[in-house]
């Protein structure tokens, strides 16, 4: 495997209401995210539409459902589909979550927590390797968000991530937003998250919204808040130059209020590029 | 407890309301719980509303989601897609609504719908084609003609005219109620080009297609046709159909 190059640039996702925007190759961003999952079909409009908007843009393929924690292994359907893909876009990388969403029966089609032990980072590091090798590629993991935190647990999430960062050779997809909803619902130190992470393995930072209160939800479907906004800036002074995007799957606007977000993460990118010369 | 017990503990408690707790997991752990089990149920019951818009407007929002949870109880998600958490629904509106069969035939038609909108992309055999493939047949040839059909057709036989109902819902304009059909007929779901579309026919071109979408001869169409029609018109009628299919593009290749 040959590694994943850095790209310094500032996207969107690619969701309906936009089709044309992206389609045509008007909207200003640099890269667009798709949901994998979404272009993982047979044929039809899916696919013809991002094959329009490919013609365009460089995309980074974003998935939801490879369950790298399971307990169960890898689903190697899903990876062929994943793989086939993949060979169609040519993206500039694939990513998925720290996560489980199924066992040998069912599926959540939610993005449920691993309890963070040695057994799970076995699971997680075997899983992602037989990923990555039948990919014929790294991925990007990406931190998640959480609303409990299981007793079992015998290490910090970041060591967890650096552990598996360090076994696999992966890179990250470093979600600011998820970062802080998990800091807020489990009392850790934002920066200390960071610190603990193996940052010069940043490709790809996720901006987003959430909901908050006495358990703050990941939402995506706001815009994105002044705390998260000042751990973006601190992210990216120790980061460097990467790929930001902002997701919103949920009250999805018109795509100019997403450009005015996108224009803040240029400017707080560029002073934390200014900081560090 | 394993990582494989904790999961399978995990999604049961996903999956269940007022499941125990196990030892060790305390209130915090409940109230994150929650938030997991609403945001599956919530997360499945709007993807079946997105796959089944016409059929929650019929239904009415209240009933719809009842039985849209109720789905998910009794059918909860295996696959990694989530685009096939529909399937069984119009079985399961076909149980729940057994006084109304225009609910079930409706989500039918937007289930096939949606499957035919990501179906594989194919070229349909042409008039020209066929003919080119078929240019040596004799008698016995024709009797043992198969085809393969594209995988965007579905067909189903309906009592209310379900294709009428989507149009009216579409124009947002719901009728009182749903139309019977006087005679017995059927749907043709399909794709023409990125768009799905339909039209409604007879039960006995449906039936006709079903003996050749399993893998029947024309031979064998013309047997099934032989109750129905007059002996003499039985070839003429067996055409007739081949040509329609022929013309919507429905017929992949001669096998």
Partial sequence: ????????????????????????????????????????????????????????YPVAMHGVSLSVGSAHGTDRDYLARLKVLAARIEPLWISDHLCWTRT??????????????????????????????????????????????????EMAEWEFMAEVCRRTGCFLLLDVNNIHVSAQNHGFRALDYLGGLPLERVRQIHLAGHAPGEIVIDTHDREVCDDVWRLYAAAMKLVGPVATMIERDDAIPPLADLLIELATARDLAASAERHVA | MSLVELQQEFMDQVLTDGRTLPCGWDARMAAGLDIYRNAYRSTMVEALRE???????????????????????????????????????????????????????????????????????????????????????????????????????????????????????ADEEPPASARSLEEPAACLVWREGLIPVFRLTETLEARGLGVMITGGSFGDLCVALQAAVPGDDVAKTAGTMLGKWLADGHILKVV
């Fill in chain 2, 51 to 169: 796959t089944f818009p016409k059929t929650a407007l019929w239904a009415g929002d209240h009933a719809f989601s009842q039985a849209a949870a109720h789905h998910v109880i009794t059918h909860p998600p295996c696959g990694w897609t989530l685009d096939l958490v529909g399937e069984g629904f119009t079985e399961t509106l076909a149980g729940l609504f057994a006084n109304d069969p225009d609910v079930a035939d409706l989500a039918w038609l937007e289930w096939a719908m949606h499957l035919a909108f990501t179906a594989r992309d194919c070229v349909a055999l042409d008039a020209a084609g066929f003919a080119a493939a078929t240019s040596s047949y004799g008698e016995a040839d024709w009797a043992a003609l198969r085809l393969a059909f594209l995988p965007s057709l579905f067909s189903r036989e309906i009592g209310s005219d379900c294709i009428a109902l989507w149009r009216a819902l």
């Fill in chain 1, 104 to 153: 040998s029966a069912h599926n959540s089609h939610d993005l449920l927590p691993l309890p963070y032990t040695a057994e799970a980072l076995d699971v997680v590091c075997a899983n992602l390797s037989a990923a990555q090798d039948f990919l014929g590629r790294e991925m990007l993991l990406e931190n998640p968000s959480s609303y409990l935190a299981f007793p079992e647990n």
């Fill in chain 1, 1 to 56: 495997m040959t590694g994943i190059a850095r790209f310094h640039g500032f996207g969107l996702g690619l969701r309906r209401p936009h089709y044309d925007d992206f389609i045509c190759g008007g909207a200003p961003v640099d890269f667009v995210e798709v949901i994998s999952e979404n272009y993982m079909v047979e044929g039809g409009k899916p696919l013809s539409v991002l094959d329009a908007v490919r013609a365009h």
